[in-house]
């Protein structure tokens, strides 16, 4: 399971920043007390990106992300991430966690889970959800590899429709993430628009990447195409003068269209994944709209 590689859109995070440094240029009352209460649409973020301040400073990086603007966070399984530098969160306790997040002013109704301890470990990762209080389960990807076939594909539709049965059961609500390689064509079909035809649509919900403007894929036409199947989406935009990420509201996207599709389809959560120094501007405006 390689996680080092998951994001083709977002690249590398700030490692070259101190935590520290960081969180000290931040303005804490950027918003007011309760900034993301003002937004039509709660906020949220996806801890991804900002992964080497978090497993340093948990409790402080999550009250600098509360005060920029951000009402929810989705958590990546610490133990399913711990190549990619979740380690140092194996050993907190669930319940700690939780204390922490809500204590920062958060609450965390959804993570990232990687295939591979959804089919290995699902009772544990289970508990984990419902331990830390959340509604969401979501697949970050299915990981195959390049030379997979249309069949692949489909197998693996098949075992997470199973465990999203057992998650269903278990009042948890299991989700697919897209990434750009859902987004390729195998003998002339799309591999996403097989996925939507494969995966059970009351088992497994959606959660749209809009990165993949940057490749010509719409969230908001996925929205209308297949109303009711998506329950989340993770934030980005793209320049396509500069070529490269830019914050929510200076790209492509148009975001009126994308929120008015949202709120039509059932989109309920939305989580910004950028680089750090795009978290402030993306919430300043989203909370314009």
Not at 84 to 103: A, C, H, Q, W, Y
Not at 150 to 174: F, P, R, Y
Not at 276 to 289: G, H, V
């Amino acid at each position: 399971m390689n996680e080092i590689n998951r994001r083709q859109f977002i690249g590398k995070t700030l490692y070259g920043l101190g935590s520290a440094a960081v969180i000290s240029q931040v303005p804490f009352e950027s918003f007011g007390s309760h900034p993301a209460g003002r937004t039509k649409h709660p906020l949220g973020f996806q801890v991804y990106t900002i992964r080497e301040m978090l497993v340093k400073d948990f409790a402080g990086t999550l009250k600098m992300m509360a005060n920029l603007g951000y009402s929810g966070v989705e958590m990546c399984s610490p133990s399913g991430y711990i190549s990619s530098g979740f380690e140092p969160l194996v050993k907190m306790k669930s319940g700690d966690m939780r204390k922490i997040i809500n204590d920062s002013g958060l609450v965390c109704e959804s993570s990232h889970f990687t295939f591979g301890e959804l089919k290995d470990n699902l009772d544990d990762r289970i508990e984990f959800a419902k331990q830390l209080g959340m509604s969401q389960m979501i697949c970050s990807s299915f990981w195959l590899p390049k030379n997979a076939t249309m069949s692949d594909w489909v197998k693996a539709c098949d075992q997470l429709n199973e465990i999203g049965t057992k998650t269903k059961k278990a009042g948890l609500q299991m989700g697919y993430h897209n990434h750009h390689m859902e987004f390729e064509k195998i003998d002339g079909v799309l591999i996403y628009d097989e996925l939507m035809k494969q995966l059970d649509p009351d088992l497994v919900k959606m959660q749209f990447q809009v990165a993949v403007i940057s490749i010509g894929y719409k969230a908001s036409s996925y929205f209308l195409k297949y109303p009711k199947r998506f329950i989340s989406a993770h934030l980005a935009d793209w320049s396509t003068t500069e070529n490269k990420q830019v914050p929510v509201g200076q790209g492509v996207v148009d975001w009126k269209e994308f929120y008015a599709a949202a709120e039509k389809t059932g989109v309920k959560n939305f989580f910004v994944e950028m680089d750090l120094d795009k978290f402030k501007p993306s919430a300043e405006y989203i909370k314009s709209l």
